[in-house]
């Protein structure tokens, strides 16, 4: 028997994920994390109601984005097919328009919901349940138009919250790779946004959905002549603490760095 077959049929309680994924399967028998059952519709309105809809930040100094979006120099087809994940970035900042256009593509408003049956708004990506248990933060590193620290981007307003001065490089695996990027966004998850509804499925849902966000964000990079990667090694912890996480109600759960193309 091959050494990896061997040890995918060893029964082991390090394996944390066969656990994890058994427990979040839906089941007909089993019952809800915190109901009897799976919650009636009104229920889910009413806690959603006492869910913030994004973090507010209210004492934050803020900065208007430009809302109009800057055109895509290629189609989406070409996006598409000529994505790659950038392995260095070129010099000179990002500019404020493409990094607002990568947030709004990413998870911004795209249109209202006051006449559905839930009360969050539309956003660029499917979410389990209209939920949107995700929030982005912006490292501005050489961003024109922006002092250089840490903000967050507000969906609703399609604004950032200036949070002042930031750097996380040493929290990074590939800490080189981060130095040479204007522009990173962090993606943190809300779990209980959507564990409230969904339980232990929800934390998949949670993860689904960053992906969903960060790939369009990488599509509208791309669309605008940037170089994007997606980053998932980075200490958890450590960076979970430089931004005022817990780690376990909120935590970050992917990141991507933007910047210009290298020249060849």
Not at 60 to 83: C, F, M, N, Q, T
Not at 121 to 133: E, I, K, Q
Not at 170 to 191: G, I, K
Not at 226 to 254: I, K, M, Q, T
């Amino acid at each position: 028997m091959h050494p990896v077959d061997a040890f995918l049929l060893e029964e082991s309680e390090e394996a944390v994920w066969e656990s994890y994924h058994e427990n979040s399967k839906t089941s007909r028998a089993t019952p809800h994390l915190y109901f009897d059952r799976h919650p009636a519709d009104s229920t889910v309105v009413a806690a959603m109601n006492g869910l913030r809809e994004t973090k507010p930040y209210r004492d934050r100094p803020r900065v208007a984005l430009p809302y109009e979006l800057p055109p895509s120099k290629i189609g989406l087809d070409e996006a598409l097919i000529g994505r790659e994940s950038a392995r260095g970035f070129g010099r000179g900042p990002v500019g404020l328009p493409d990094v607002s256009k990568v947030l709004r593509c990413a998870y911004g408003v795209t249109r209202p919901n006051a006449d559905g049956r839930y009360p969050r708004p539309f956003r660029a990506v499917p979410s389990g349940g209209a939920l949107y248990p995700l929030e982005l933060y912006l490292w501005a590193r050489d961003v024109s138009g922006l002092v250089k620290g840490l903000y967050h981007y507000d969906p609703t307003a399609h604004e950032l919250h200036e949070l002042g001065e930031f750097e996380a490089g040493s929290c990074f695996v590939q800490s080189e790779l981060v130095a040479s990027a204007p522009a990173v966004v962090l993606v943190s998850a809300v779990f209980q946004r959507s564990a409230f509804k969904y339980g232990e499925r929800g934390y998949r849902f949670v993860l689904i959905e960053a992906g969903h966000a960060v790939h369009n964000a990488m599509l509208a990079a791309s669309g605008r002549g940037l170089a994007a990667v997606p980053v998932g090694g980075y200490f958890d912890r450590e960076l979970d603490d430089l931004l005022g996480f817990d780690g376990l109600h909120e935590s970050v759960v992917y990141s991507l760095l933007l910047g210009s193309r290298e020249v060849e």
